[in-house]
T-cell receptor
Framework: AQTVTQSQPEMSVQEAETVTLSCTYD???????LFWYKQPPSRQMILVIR??????QNATENRFSVNFQKAAKSFSLKISDSQLGDTAMYFC??????????????FGAGTRLTVKP | NAGVMQNPRHLVRRRGQEARLRCSPM?????VYWYRQLPEEGLKFMVY????????ESGMPKERFSAEFPKEGPSILRIQQVVRGDSAAYFC???????????????FGEGSRLTVL
């Protein structure tokens, strides 16, 4: 079974600074996806960034980037130039990659990030 | 292009009543997933359905919970004889065709919050 661990229940950062959210996972699979989802107070789950395990290059989406360490099974999210609108719960998630998957996405418990003005 | 639509957004039930939650996937998506989120926790997989088929219900409680995705109409998550412990946010997600076209991303609705009095 796959498990996803987020060891930081809460974090805060000053506006415009950089913050890193940690995520580790446990799997015996070799092909999989990793995701970071954001859940603002509106509760909508919004995809922030996606990484495919077979790609060595770390994914980047504007101010969001990941540090993917496959051997260590670590997948941290770095938010640069933090903005007030980044305040939200952040969930790390894992999904097996086709063809040996069933679309069962496993989530960590989340990290509550607060960006302070 | 409407996203995943869930209704109702909020539902209040007394213990012993039935709760029905509906989910219309994004246009062109034939895969539907239900997740439950307890307060201050991550999303927990419940069930994965395709049209008229339950593919994986390994996360569904064995009693009182059922799900369907009929040929016509939305997917329904049904909870019979609700208890206080059923109070949670229930999220629906959809994805397009499975492998090899699936990128792994799930598109989430805004959730239905069930409160059991």
């Amino acid at each position: 079974a796959q498990t996803v661990t987020q060891s930081q229940p809460e974090m805060s950062v000053q506006e415009a600074e950089t913050v890193t959210l940690s995520c580790t996972y446990d799997t015996s699979e070799n092909n999989y996806y990793l995701f970071w989802y954001k859940q603002p107070p509106s509760r909508q789950m919004i995809l922030v960034i996606r990484q495919e395990a077979y790609k060595q290059q770390n994914a980047t989406e504007n101010r969001f980037s990941v540090n993917f360490q496959k051997a260590a099974k670590s997948f941290s999210l770095k938010i640069s130039d933090s903005q007030l609108g980044d305040t939200a719960m952040y969930f790390c998630a894992f999904m097996k990659r086709p063809p040996t998957y069933n679309n069962d996405m496993r989530f960590g418990a989340g990290t509550r990030l607060t960006v302070k003005p | 292009n409407a996203g995943v639509m869930q209704n109702p957004r909020h539902l209040v039930r007394r213990r012993g009543q039935e709760a029905r939650l509906r989910c219309s996937p994004m246009k062109g998506h034939s895969h539907v997933y239900w997740y439950r989120q307890l307060p201050e926790e991550g999303l927990k997989f419940m069930v994965y359905l395709q049209k008229e088929n339950i593919i994986d219900e390994s996360g569904m409680p064995k009693e009182r919970f059922s799900a369907e995705f009929p040929k016509e109409g939305p997917s329904i998550l049904r909870i019979q004889q609700v208890v206080r412990g059923d109070s949670a946010a229930y999220f629906c997600a959809s994805s397009p065709l499975a492998a090899p076209t699936n990128t792994g991303e799930l598109f989430f609705g805004e959730g239905s919050r069930l409160t059991v009095l």
